[in-house]
């Protein structure tokens, strides 16, 4: 075999080779460091709470509460399934009367779900003890408390556990507190499945108020997000770190300044944990049934737990979201959460600036689709000088078409010299080559800032104008019945 012949045998092999290890890569790929299945933790360990039900009961006597008990003030309204302990709806309140639910729970579904153990193997307490309800309920003016015990064992070997949720809220504030608190009789370290985690609070099962008309999701804004050192990452159901786990990751990391979003279009819920150490995890393997979760397993080798979370669950506009940066009154106090980061400036703060306007004409006008029509207007307005500048500078380049044919041809083989005349011709004519192009450019800013304002601003959701009922939707003169293929119209 000659050197040519082994140099392109030498090639081909290199080639297979890495078109073996990209394709290696591409079925098995790996795995963010902070990626951890749940299955992996502590396999060694096989306790498993489902599989020994019958070793715990429930000892406290509890009276089903039928009637809903319900939170409400100017911003929020909270309905809690009594039975359970956890959120069943979350209303989101606005300046102009209007609530937006924002939960959507349901008898076994709803926010702020307790397990014990993880959030993969673990089992809830009506699940355990086969009941609807469990917990006990008491309130005390804006405090909300549910709790139960329940013990594991007999005899002398009985451990006796105390379980309490605590829900506080803060009259006029989008911001709510909870908090867990788990000990038992015996000193000793808690463990309910084969994970390393005692509990796992779960927010979900829906991620907000849906803005397409015909009820499809949009990955742009119903998805869950996490802050991990000072900048937010996007999970929608199709990142990578999904690859291979049917929907359901969790991992573990440093993340003493994060915190989770559970998001949609126009509004936003955001769960900060304390100083605790967490296990976080995202859970869409049930996004078929429009069921999302994303929460905190707890890591701990306590026998008396005591966590808290701050909950913010309002509009994802930047104004009110910066409140909670820096936020504290007698019971909370929050510092550098950056939540406001959910909500970035639209197109370097010009569309802030036009959101600003647009109010202002709607504190006048009463109505937004009257109000973007006039702040239209005024926009066209500001802008016509520009428009003017460049429609004269377009008959001016057409005047001197002319003479430009007639250097072209005389110049036809001097480009050089051509390009000088060209220049001298503008000049004397006073006219510059980017003078059409700059007052275009100028506008951009412009459009896209008032594009990406009227798609992000929460006050137009439920706004009519006209025949249109919504203007946060997509409005249609005439509708066909009808799918265009390909195209989704």
């Known amino acids: 075999m000659d050197s040519a012949n082994k140099t392109f045998f030498l090639m081909v092999v290199l080639t297979m080779v890495c078109f073996g290890i990209t394709l290696y890569q591409f079925f098995n790929p790996v795995k963010d460091n902070v990626v951890q299945n749940q299955e992996n933790l502590n396999k060694n360990n096989e306790i498993n709470i489902s599989d020994k039900k019958t070793d715990f009961l429930l000892k406290n006597e509890v009276s089903v509460l039928n009637e809903k008990i319900t939170y409400e003030s100017d911003k929020l309204k909270v309905v809690f399934n009594a039975n359970s302990g956890d959120i069943a709806n979350i209303f989101i309140k606005t300046s102009d009367d ?17 397990k014990l153990g993880s959030w993969k193997d673990g089992v809830d307490l009506n699940t355990l003890f086969d009941k609807d309800s469990i917990y006990t309920f008491s309130k005390e ?11 594991s064992g ?29 000990s038992n ?26 803005s397409n008309k ?3 999701k949009d990955e742009r804004y119903e998805q869950f997000r996490y802050m991990s050192k000072d900048k937010i990452i996007n999970l929608n159901p199709k990142h990578k770190i999904f690859r291979g786990t049917n929907g359901l990751v969790s991992f573990r990391k440093s993340l003493k300044d994060s915190w989770l979003v559970s998001d949609s279009h126009y509004f936003t819920s955001v769960i900060i944990p304390d100083g605790n150490e967490y296990d976080y995890f995202f859970d869409y393997s049930k996004s078929s049934d429009n069921l999302y979760y994303c929460g905190f ?10 966590t808290g979370f701050n909950i913010y669950c309002g509009p994802k506009s930047g104004k009110i979201l910066k409140k909670y940066d820096d936020f504290k009154n007698e019971d909370v106090y929050l510092s550098k959460t950056e939540i406001s980061k959910i909500d970035p400036p639209i197109v370097w703060g010009l569309g802030n600036l036009l959101a600003w306007c ?12 009257l109000a973007i029509i006039i702040l239209t207007i005024i926009l066209k307005l500001i802008l016509a000088p520009l428009m003017m500048n460049s429609m004269k500078n377009s008959q001016k380049m057409q005047l001197l078409q002319p003479k430009l044919k007639e250097l072209q041809v005389k110049y036809k083989d001097k480009p050089e010299m051509l390009s000088q005349k060209t220049m001298d011709l503008y000049r004397k004519a006073g006219i510059s080559p980017m003078s059409g192009c700059l007052p275009m450019l100028l506008q951009m800013p412009f459009l896209f800032a008032m594009y990406q304002l009227l798609d992000r601003m929460f006050e137009l959701k439920g706004a009519t ?13 005439i509708n066909f019945g009808f799918t265009i293929p390909l195209l989704n119209i």
Request: glycine share 6%; charged share 25%; proline share 2%.
């Open 214 to 216: 015909n009820g499809k």
């Open 465 to 477: 104008f006209l025949w249109i009922k919504d203007l946060a939707m997509p409005d249609a003169l």
């Open 141 to 151: 003016n804006n405090k909300f408390k549910f709790a139960c015990e329940f013990s």
């Open 297 to 306: 397993s707890l890591v701990s080798d306590k026998s008396v737990i005591e």
């Open 185 to 210: 009789n015996k000193n000793k370290s808690m463990r309910f499945d084969s994970s390393s985690n005692v509990f796992s609070l779960g927010w979900g099962p829906s991620l907000g108020v849906s």
């Open 358 to 369: 647009l109010k202002i004409l709607y504190s006048v006008v009463k109505n937004y689709g």
């Open 98 to 114: 209007k609530s937006f639910d924002i939960v959507k729970g349901n008898a076994l579904n709803n926010a702020l779900k307790l």
């Open 154 to 182: 007999i005899d002398e070997e009985e451990i006796v556990y105390t379980l309490e949720k605590i829900y506080t809220f803060y009259e006029g504030e989008n911001l709510f507190h909870v908090d867990l608190k788990l």
